[in-house]
T-cell receptor
């Protein structure tokens, strides 16, 4: 599975959009981009995933560049409850493929 | 609520004790996972079960013994643990192993080994 690079920490003002970047320059054509988040001392929570096209759901939007070497997770109106560690993971969709969690980005939403 | 429950939520045990962690999923999934998260470290995959069969053991010491009696239940039996085994133990499930579907995580069991 391709390796990802994320900034260790980011801050965002409450009510503003939070844009979390992820670099995955060695991603293969059959690898999906997943985003999870983990609020302190809780289990990780799935947010969104995509392959090529931009995706949006009730939690967030995922923007994948045309060359697929990077992506951005967008939380359109961040709240204090969005403070968490956000993980960007790439993996293929086949048996034996693993979710490999890295260090992630600690997002702190400030009042 | 993710549909994955874990008990107990907190556990303190001595190095000579035997205890078990329980995970139950109410999602109709066929794959279940144990992860370990030590302080200030990324999540580490420990075991994978797919349709009740263990398909991965990620070089986990034998003092951790998993059991999957059916697709809805997963146990982690603990014996003669070490203080460095203190961590948050997370259970997860998915439709099947390796699918593009997301994994649903339980709240975890915070284990302290004295």
């Amino acid at each position: 599975d391709a390796k990802t690079t994320q900034p260790p920490s980011m801050d965002c003002a409450e009510g503003r959009a939070a844009n979390l970047p992820c670099n995955h320059s060695t991603i293969s054509g059959n690898e999906y981009v997943y985003w999870y988040r983990q609020i302190h001392s809780q289990g990780p929570q799935y947010i969104i995933h995509g392959l090529k096209n931009n995706e949006t759901n009730e939690m967030a939007s995922l923007i994948i560049t045309e060359d697929r070497k990077s992506s951005t997770l967008i939380l359109p109106h961040a709240t204090l409850r969005d403070t968490a560690v956000y993980y960007c993971i790439v993996r293929v969709s086949i048996s034996g493929s693993r979710l490999t969690f890295g260090e992630g980005t600690q997002l702190t939403v400030n009042p | 609520e993710t549909g994955v429950t874990q008990t107990p939520r907190h556990l303190v045990m001595g190095m000579t004790n035997k205890k078990s962690l329980k995970c139950e999923q109410h999602l109709g999934h066929n794959a279940m996972y144990w992860y370990k998260q030590s302080a200030k470290k990324p999540l580490e995959l420990m075991f994978v079960y797919n349709f009740k069969e263990q398909t991965e053991n990620n070089s986990v010491p034998s003092r951790f013994s998993p059991e999957c009696p059916n697709s809805s239940h997963l146990f982690l039996h603990l014996h003669t643990l070490q203080p460095e085994d203190s961590a948050l133990y997370l259970c997860a499930s998915s439709v099947r192993d390796g699918s593009y579907n997301e994994q649903f995580f339980g709240p975890g069991t915070r284990l302290t080994v004295l």
